[in-house]
T-cell receptor
Framework: AQSVTQPDIHITVSEGASLELRCNYS??????LFWYVQSPGQGLQLLLK??????LVQGIKGFEAEFKRSQSSFNLRKPSVHWSDAAEYFC????????????FGTGTRLLVSP | NAGVTQTPKFQVLKTGQSMTLQCAQD?????MYWYRQDPGMGLRLIYY???????DKGEVPNGYNVSRLNKREFSLRLESAAPSQTSVYFC?????????????FGSGTRLTVV
């Protein structure tokens, strides 16, 4: 069974600094990978997804992620963080072809300092 | 553009009481899911419905039942609530095909069992 590891529980970044959130997955075949963001008291919103093709994918709100098969990683990046990016971020991997059931990591909480 | 609608948003139950969480989607998605979110544990799948007329257990089904009422609606029932079921519950929906666009989440139900 596949799994997702987000090794950082909390990360604090200064406003305007760059951001990288780590995600490692375990899956035998080519995975379907996702990043979601959850603002306080809200549901999860899809930031970006990777299925195949170009390993660098662009998402909403200026986020991007790079799929690295050799490292089993799908790290999320943003060049310049804004205070409104403070939220919890979840990486997820799709399980199987056809019907898709997602397995989520435990999340990374991003704090943005002035 | 309602997306996924969950009711109620908040609920307090006494131990042993029962209740049903309602979920409806208007995106004509085939698949629907119920997750619970607990601090430090990410999202854990309770039950899912790959298509209308089918339901299956997820990772943590004990103490819950579900009904896929029609293509739009997927309800979660707690027959005899326990304090361990205090959590935030999320409903989600998706297309059920390879390369699907990930999940669309509702805004959650915060349940407290005292």
């Amino acid at each position: 069974a596949q799994s997702v590891t987000q090794p950082d529980i909390h990360i604090t970044v200064s406003e305007g600094a760059s951001l990288e959130l780590r995600c490692n997955y375990s899956y035998g075949a080519t995975p379907y990978l996702f990043w979601y963001v959850q603002s306080p008291g809200q549901g999860l919103q899809l930031l970006l997804k990777y299925f195949s093709g170009d390993t660098l994918v662009q998402g909403i709100k200026g986020f991007e992620a790079e799929f690295k098969r050799s490292q089993s990683s799908f790290n999320l990046r943003k060049p310049s963080v804004h205070w409104s990016d403070a939220a919890e971020y979840f990486c997820a991997v799709g399980e199987g072809t056809g019907f898709q059931k997602l397995v989520f990591g435990t999340g990374t909480r991003l704090l943005v300092s002035p | 553009n309602a997306g996924v609608t969950q009711t109620p948003k908040f609920q307090v139950l006494k131990t042993g009481q029962s209740m049903t969480l309602q979920c409806a989607q208007d995106m004509n998605h085939n698949s629907m899911y119920w997750y619970r979110q607990d601090p430090g544990m990410g999202l854990r799948l309770i039950y899912y419905s790959a298509s209308e007329g089918t339901t299956d257990k997820g990772e943590v089904p004990n103490g819950y039942n579900v009904s896929r009422l029609n293509k739009r609606e997927f309800s979660l029932r707690l027959e005899s609530a326990a304090p361990s079921q205090t959590s935030v519950y999320f409903c989600a929906s998706s297309e059920a095909w390879t390369g699907g666009g990930g999940y669309t989440f509702g805004s959650g139900t915060r349940l407290t069992v005292v």
